[in-house]
């Protein structure tokens, strides 16, 4: 509701949550959630990249780390397991769409994991009276491309 991480402009209520939630996990997708304290301190699931067939072995990954447990490790943790279940499960190229190029922190944890800047689109998304950049981060899982899946 306040940032530029996500170009949603209504956030999604509980029942729309699990809506996905449960639609991601039926079709096979990793889905996880961390806690500090018995407090969710964030989730992260990956999908699908795009929806024709031939994309069915890419996902895209989305993480999103509460506020207040920012810059405790716990985004770099999800997403380190989430490359790992996305790989036990057949995924070869996970692609990241960074909304807003200004997100750094998201843009140096997805390259510290092994993620190769692809390119941006420019001025794709209109949230809080201003255009913004979708930043696109790719990484290749498991043995990638070097072999048929």
Request: net charge neutral; no cysteine; glycine share 10%.
């Amino acid at each position: 509701m306040n940032g530029t991480a996500s170009f949603e402009l209504e956030p999604p209520d509980e029942a729309e949550m699990a809506r996905r939630m449960t639609a991601l996990l039926d079709d096979g997708f990793p889905y996880l959630a961390a806690e500090i304290g018995g407090t969710l301190a964030g989730y992260a699931y990956a999908g699908p990249y795009r929806p024709r067939r031939a994309y069915r072995f890419s996902v895209e990954d989305s993480i999103y780390v509460d506020p207040a447990a920012q810059r405790k490790g716990v985004g770099r943790a999800l997403l380190t397991r989430l490359i790992e279940e996305a790989e036990r499960r057949g995924f070869r190229q996970m692609i990241a769409v960074i909304g807003d190029s200004a997100q750094n922190p998201s843009i140096e944890i997805h390259r510290a994991l092994g993620f190769r800047m692809i390119g941006a689109v420019e001025n794709v998304g209109f949230k809080f009276d201003r255009w913004l950049d979708s930043v696109l981060m790719q990484r290749a899982i498991g043995p990638g491309a070097t072999t048929k899946p």
